[in-house]
Nanobody
């Protein structure tokens, strides 16, 4: 199983970034995919995930600003992040579930004020 994430970087507050994650192995065609994030000293928290083929869950802090989507033909899940705030600064992790949790390598997102 692999989760290959890309798209992190640095942006000023109010800017946008798009994260992308391509999955392989036994996460192909699985519904439960998405993104978590973590800052130093804090637990990893959910950002946005698919809970089924079409249902999504967003953390309250990102509702209305972040959009989760996927391209099943490319086995890819994306996170469009708009109106970024400094508090969105974190390491973002791609996540998938098939009988257990799978994690990609984190990608850093830094939002400066």
């Amino acid at each position: 199983v692999q989760l290959q994430a890309s798209g992190g970087g640095s942006v000023q507050a109010g800017g946008s970034l798009t994260l992308s994650c391509t999955v392989s192995g036994n996460l192909v065609n699985r519904h439960r995919l998405g993104w978590f994030r973590q800052t130093p000293g804090k637990e990893r928290e959910v950002v946005a995930v698919y809970t089924s083929a079409s249902d999504t869950y967003y953390a309250e802090s990102v509702q209305g600003r972040f959009t989760l989507s996927r391209d099943t033909s490319k086995n890819t899940v994306m996170l469009q992040m708009d109106s970024l705030k400094p508090e969105d600064t974190a390491v973002y992790y791609c996540w998938g579930y098939n009988s257990q949790n799978y994690w990609g390598r984190g990608t850093q997102v830094t939002v400066s004020s």
